[in-house]
């Protein structure tokens, strides 16, 4: 990583690689582009955590319903991990002439890597990719994450239940993770997850939160430019 390219942590969600109509691949046919213009024009370096969206659920929900009894929290996270890492290895593929020709999904590793695009999946249980983000950050010396979810930006509560909730501009990591607890449960769905926020916190970390579907606005975060979602410090 000594080729002087400014190098960027992205957390692409799920969600947006595999909503719940299946494989998005209008979405990643732009994603395609935007990255290699990014790579090519800007000269920029990205490591790309990929999360397992519907599939996730999808996978939990057979095991439950078929087992047609609880599934301890270790197995469902199993199922999330290996669905991270199918998405990975699309997203992989796709990128496979500018990639690292590894997926990393073992952290205890730090690899020698010069490929201007990087992906990585889950690891094991008990980590989502969002902390799997964080790590790379503390791995490869970078102070930075964008978080590409669905939504616009992190609200003070939840939007869907509560329609007085505020959307967060600017907001500390010790007053985030008042909102989003401190524990970790499979298949959650948060804007950046409380385990992960707590190793941000602890590294000084900051993480911007977007709505990946909308690559101007990520442009604009990329470039250090007022955007639409949430930074959290």
Not at 9 to 27: E, K
Not at 182 to 189: A, E, L, R, T, V
Not at 200 to 229: H, M, P, Q, W, Y
Request: hydrophobic fraction near 40%.
């Amino acid at each position: 990583m000594s080729d002087g390219r400014d190098t960027f942590v992205l957390s692409l969600g799920g969600s947006l690689v595999v909503p719940n109509g299946g494989i998005d691949t209008q979405f990643l046919s732009d994603f395609n582009k935007f990255i290699r213009k990014q790579v090519s024009s800007q000269k920029r370096r990205f490591f790309i955590v990929v999360g397992g969206g519907a599939t996730t659920r999808q996978y939990q929900e057979a095991a439950r319903v078929v087992k047609n009894q609880k599934i301890e929290d270790i197995d469902l996270d199993w199922l999330g991990i290996h669905a991270t890492r199918l998405n990975a290895q699309l997203v992989r593929t796709i990128f496979q002439d500018i990639a690292d020709p590894r997926v990393i999904k073992h952290y205890e590793i730090i690899l020698k890597v010069e490929a201007p695009v990087v992906i990585a999946a889950g690891w094991k249980p008990g980590w989502s990719t969002d902390y799997c983000a964080i790590t790379l950050c503390q791995d490869y010396g970078i102070k930075s994450a964008i978080n590409m979810t669905n939504v616009d930006q992190v609200y003070d509560k939840d939007p869907k239940k509560f329609p007085d909730a505020k959307p967060l501009i600017n907001v500390s990591w010790k007053k985030y993770r008042a909102i989003a607890g401190d524990k970790w449960i499979p298949g959650m769905n948060l804007p950046f997850d409380p385990i992960a926020s707590k190793l941000a916190d602890e590294l000084g970390v900051t993480v911007k939160i977007l709505n990946g579907k909308n690559l101007e606005n990520l442009a604009r975060a990329l470039d250090g430019k007022s955007f639409t979602g949430t930074t959290i410090v």
